[in-house]
């Protein structure tokens, strides 16, 4: 299993442009997420999914959008970027059982905005 | 405010010594994760504890659900334990709430 993967792993963004950070997870798990991760901050919930054709907004969801039209694949999308939005994304899975809330992480993706 | 406390934000430590990283927590759970971040890597998970104390090499957590702490234990610590150390607990909707990190240096 390849787990969580994320692509790209860097990423330079002019303000406004618009792009779309990957992840997908080979696990069948029903959970995913995506978390930003600041200096200074702990992990903040963007956006989350309980299951293909569910979204929810997390903690800090302005300026992003997700969908999930399978079990595989949660892409976050940055609309209009700001320099606000520079950060290291993670995106993480998990099952609604067995294992409990045990989540698995992809290996982030460093986003920086100009 | 936030739901879940760490401490020391830093710390340095010589290699073979005994660490303990703690982490508070004021929101009731079910289970508390410890999870580690290596310098420009990704994130794993190391425990998911809801009572007592588990065990992984020299890695060790315990939990007291009462006092709302836990506490990462490393013996014989390495350089390669070097580090950030993330305590997260789940909330009643499923989501986390995750400490802002210990990050753990050790030195040879």
């Known amino acids: 299993n390849a787990g969580v993967t994320q692509t790209p792993k860097f990423q330079v963004l002019k303000t406004g442009q618009s792009m779309t950070l990957q992840c997908a997870q080979d696990?069948?798990?029903?959970?995913m997420s995506w978390y930003r991760q600041d200096p200074g901050m702990g992990l903040r919930l963007i956006h989350y999914s309980v299951g293909a054709g569910i979204t929810d907004q997390g903690e800090v969801p302005n300026g992003y959008n997700v969908s999930r039209s399978t079990t595989e694949d949660f892409p976050l999308r940055l609309l209009s970027a700001a320099p606000s939005q520079t950060s290291v994304y993670f995106c993480?899975?998990?099952?609604?059982?067995?294992?409990?809330?045990?989540?698995?992480f992809g290996p982030g993706t460093r986003l920086t905005v100009t | 405010k936030n739901e879940v406390e760490q401490s020391p934000q830093n710390l340095t430590a010589q290699e073979g010594e005994f660490i303990t990283i703690n982490c508070s927590y004021s929101?009731?759970?079910?289970?508390l994760h410890w999870l580690q971040q290596h310098p420009g890597g990704g994130i794993v998970s190391l425990f998911m504890l809801s009572s007592g104390k588990k065990k992984h090499g020299r890695l060790i957590a315990t939990i007291n659900i009462q006092e709302k702490h836990s506490s990462l234990h490393i013996t014989a610590s390495h350089p390669r334990d070097s580090a950030v150390y993330i305590c997260a607990a789940p909330n009643t909707g499923n989501q986390f709430y995750f400490g802002t990190g210990t990050s753990l240096t050790v030195i040879p």
């Open positions: 696990m069948n798990h029903e959970y």
């Open positions: 993480a899975s998990r099952s609604n059982y067995g294992d409990g809330y045990e989540q698995y």
């Open positions: 929101v009731g759970i079910s289970a």
